[in-house]
């Protein structure tokens, strides 16, 4: 079993959509939750970050963590075309090097 | 804020030649860059983590002596393919983490990539 599972789609969705993005995971030492935007060809770029459980909110963006169930979240409302890309959730234990531990990453198609 | 670079872009070789890739981190202090290596359609995986001024610590599997690590200072790690092979060519991405008391010094922020094809 991987330390941290997501669904690599594709995901396609219409324009104006509300698009939900899920990873799992198994170690509960993790406390620190990322998104990554990464387009193709691309570094990854940060979108939300996150440090134990709860809701943060960026602009059309929501990131949930709830550390009970193991689960994260992102949630983008009203999508748009250029939020076409692969989403990588990520997350580290507390404290050393923060070795990030990623998913899969979920390839996402908004079509107008 | 929180802007890394890589230089170059994308770099083609010949067999047997060594490539040197730059990061670095141009408006903030890393204590700790990480280097990872990107397949087509596949997720990152990371390939060693560096500090300044120590010596990098790699992922099993990693060839040390393949992959030189250099973290020669708060902005700056280089990663040298020495001897490269076809079997070398992907897609080099590195991250930095802002140092202890910077903000956001919990997570990682990614360089562009290099894109190295070994022929």
């Known amino acids: 079993q991987k330390e941290v599972e997501q669904d690599p789609g594709p995901l396609s969705v219409p324009e104006g959509a509300i698009v939900s993005l899920n990873c799992t995971y198994s170690?509960?030492?993790?406390?620190?939750f990322m998104w990554y935007r990464q387009y193709s060809r691309k570094g990854p770029e940060l979108l939300m970050y996150?440090?134990?459980?709860g809701n943060k909110e960026d602009g059309r963006f929501t990131a949930q963590v709830d550390k009970s169930s193991k689960y994260i979240s992102l949630f983008i409302r009203d999508s748009q075309p250029s939020d076409s890309a692969t989403y990588l959730c990520?997350?580290?234990?507390?404290?050393?090097?923060?070795?990030?531990?990623f998913g899969a990453g979920t390839r996402l198609a908004v079509h107008p | 804020g929180a802007v890394v670079s890589q230089h170059p872009s994308r770099v083609i070789c010949k067999s047997g030649t060594s490539v040197k890739i730059e990061c670095r981190s141009l408006?903030?202090?890393?204590?700790?860059m990480f280097w990872y290596r990107q397949f087509p359609k596949q997720s990152l995986m990371l390939m060693a983590t560096?500090?300044?001024?120590?010596?990098?610590?790699?992922e099993q599997g990693v060839e040390k002596d393949k992959f030189l690590i250099n973290h020669a200072s708060l902005t700056l790690s280089t990663l040298t393919v020495t001897s490269a092979h076809p079997e070398d060519s992907s897609f080099y991405i590195c991250?930095?983490?802002?140092?202890?008391?910077?903000?956001?010094?919990?997570?990682?922020?990614f360089g562009p990539g290099t894109r190295l094809t070994v022929l």
């Open positions: 991250s930095a983490r802002p140092g202890t008391g910077q903000r956001d010094s919990d997570t990682q922020y």
């Open positions: 170690n509960s030492a993790f406390q620190y």
């Open positions: 996150t440090y134990s459980s």
């Open positions: 990520a997350m580290s234990e507390a404290g050393g090097y923060n070795k990030l531990i």
């Open positions: 408006d903030f202090q890393a204590t700790t």
């Open positions: 560096s500090n300044e001024g120590s010596k990098a610590t790699y």
